[in-house]
């Protein structure tokens, strides 16, 4: 069955740098273009970052844009997501899924939190 599984989160000091890892497995991960979603409390979920399946093609959230890189690992079936200068907004708990605009499986991991505070 589909697995997605993160980590990496933590807390951070605003101006530093995190990076997090998904693991995904039950599909064909080559092939399917991966993203990275964050849910802070209150908020609906969001997306952040996606990747085509080549790694060729990335999107980011204007929010992230020049702060945070999305990569991916084929081999590895992993998608990472590294974080440099995050702002206390960026606290939210962080999930991947497979798509490149929108989550293409209804199950979700646990994700990962990653907190920004002083």
């Known amino acids: 069955q589909v697995q997605l599984v993160e980590s990496g989160g933590g807390l951070a000091q605003p101006g530093g740098s995190l990076g997090l890892s998904c693991a995904a497995s039950?599909?064909?991960?080559?092939?399917?273009?991966m993203s990275w979603y964050r849910q802070a409390p209150g908020r609906e979920r969001e997306l952040v970052a996606s990747?085509?399946?080549?790694?060729?093609?990335?999107n980011y959230a204007d929010s992230v844009k020049g702060r945070f890189t999305i990569s991916r690992d084929n081999a590895k079936k992993s998608v990472y997501l590294q974080m440099n200068s995050l702002k206390p907004e960026d606290t939210a708990v962080y999930y991947c899924?497979?798509?490149?605009?929108?989550?293409?499986?209804?199950?979700w991991g646990q994700g990962t939190q990653v907190t920004v505070s002083s």
């Open positions: 039950g599909f064909t991960f080559s092939i399917s273009a």
């Open positions: 899924n497979r798509g490149y605009w929108r989550p293409e499986i209804d199950y």
């Open positions: 990747i085509s399946a080549s790694g060729i093609s990335t």
